[in-house]
């Protein structure tokens, strides 16, 4: 390819980042008249993973079609096994539309993965800096509420009104799992440039979304943040660094949780509940009825799994999803798939962890940890809740996975598969179709539909099988 038309090409790709940048942001800033936030959120992940799969046809990445087996074949397996069980399925377009769902993260994992290996540095100057902004504006508006909330004592208050962005505020928690532990990292500037970026607005935006956390009451993210730093405690260098921040941040959020309801409290004389200061901190909240009984389908199908997404077939009365990915991948997929799921991702923690440690003095090292510990937080948190379910989370435990996947992987070299190029550009063209198809012929009935159905006040995106 000419150089000429090579710059081209990497223009426009950039051009399609600026495009998922501008949603990314737009989906957690501007609601929209007639849709849900979940909803919302939904059709931005379609309309990203549309985008993504543009950017990599004109990123054209090479050796695309040299694949390491290693992730290849699992990768097959998934993908036919669950296409025979969601054809088996009591609502198959319900598991068809999981399956492009699921093809549709791993596309846009890819596409950062691509981004970060062929612009690297700059590409982790474009995401750190997209990615402060975007959190600069969530703090913004938390703390514009506390002080509306208290300029308008007369007005009825609830710690969540705080907080804005998403259908509820536990799936915000459930996203800052994921982007907090990034900001441990410094921005990366290069060499020689004018400016410096001062470490203590990172800080500042830490314990600032930290306390955000303890507002929502997200108890599962507080869990993944101590069990993950915990574990890197033991670790000698950078990740040891990274921990010790974290809890730093947690005690300081909590304490900030703590001033803003509080003083709210005692500006508008309503009592405002802090979830993290009494005994609901404490408790499964029925999850183990959800785990008994996805078990129970895990037993009675132990090969297909009941389909995708069909764990909300089954009306059980406290959620419609098990709130915990182990359980719902085999109850729902089937246990061979679970366990080709288990084998790649400790496979794939194994190699991250090794490549990390290896490479702690070198530069990068900070991000690098930063980015392990993300995506071990994500995942302690999935065995708890629906990290795996919802929109927003999915979408930057992709885009967290991709960026890590291409700053700690060694790069790939041996014999691999070789897999012509349409071939994973045809699945992910053919699922991107189909979830617009979904879109589309589910649109009438997103505009103005409610939050919640039935009478329990579950959530409503899952009580009509709404991806």
Not at 172 to 197: D, H, K, M, N, W
Not at 248 to 260: E, I, K, R, S, Y
Request: glycine share 10%; hydrophobic share 55%; charged share 10%.
């Amino acid at each position: 390819m000419h150089s000429s038309s090579l710059k081209l090409h990497h223009h426009l790709a950039l051009l399609i980042t600026g495009g998922v940048a501008i949603l990314l942001g737009l989906m957690i800033w501007v609601p929209h008249t007639d849709f849900t936030w979940h909803d919302q959120q939904r059709l931005g992940q379609i309309a990203i993973s549309v985008l993504a799969f543009s950017g990599i046809l004109l990123l054209r990445p090479s050796g695309a079609s040299l694949a390491n087996p290693l992730w290849l074949w699992p990768a097959v397996g998934v993908l036919v096994l669950g296409a025979l069980s969601a054809s088996l399925a009591l609502h198959p377009l319900w598991a068809a539309s999981e399956l492009a769902l699921l093809v549709g993260s791993a596309g846009i994992g890819f596409f950062v993965f691509c981004l970060v290996r062929e612009f690297e540095d700059r590409a982790d100057l474009v995401l750190g800096a997209f990615l402060r902004l975007l959190l600069a504006g969530m703090v913004l508006h938390f703390y514009v509420s506390f002080i509306a909330a208290m300029a308008h004592a007369d007005l009825y208050f609830t710690p969540w009104s705080l907080l804005n962005g998403f259908s509820n505020m536990r799936f915000q928690g459930q996203f800052l799992t994921i982007v907090v532990p990034l900001l441990v990292a410094r921005l990366f500037l290069p060499e020689g440039a004018s400016v410096r970026y001062p470490r203590g607005v990172d800080m500042f935006l830490m314990v600032s979304l930290a306390g955000m956390v303890f507002v929502a009451g997200t108890r599962g993210t507080i869990a993944a943040w101590l069990a993950v730093s915990i574990v890197f405690l033991g670790v000698k260098g950078g990740g040891r660094d990274v921990a010790k921040r974290i809890l730093l941040v947690m005690v300081a959020g909590f304490a900030l949780a703590w001033l803003v309801l509080h003083t709210t409290s005692w500006v508008t004389g309503q009592a405002a509940d802090n979830r993290f200061a009494s005994e609901q901190v404490f408790g499964l909240s029925l999850r183990e009825v959800l785990w008994k009984h996805a078990w129970a389908k895990i037993v009675e199908f132990p090969w297909l799994g009941i389909g995708p997404m069909h764990f909300a077939s089954l009306k059980n009365p406290v959620a419609n999803h098990p709130h915990q990915a182990m359980l719902q991948i085999a109850s729902e997929w089937g246990l061979p798939v679970f366990f080709m799921i288990m084998a790649v991702v400790t496979l794939w923690l194994a190699k991250v962890f090794g490549e990390v440690r290896s490479s702690d003095r070198k530069a990068g090292g900070e991000l690098r940890w930063a980015l392990l510990f993300a995506v071990l937080s994500s995942i302690v948190q999935s065995m708890v809740d629906g990290v795996l379910v919802m929109p927003y989370p999915q979408l930057w435990l992709a885009i967290t996975v991709g960026w890590c996947s291409a700053r700690c992987l060694p790069r790939f070299q041996g014999d691999g598969g070789h897999l012509p190029r349409w071939v994973p550009l045809l699945v992910w063209g053919g699922a991107n179709v189909l979830l617009i198809a979904v879109a589309v012929m589910s649109y009438p009935d997103l505009v103005g539909a409610g939050e919640y159905c039935g009478g329990g006040g579950g959530p409503r995106f899952w009580c009509n099988g709404r991806i």
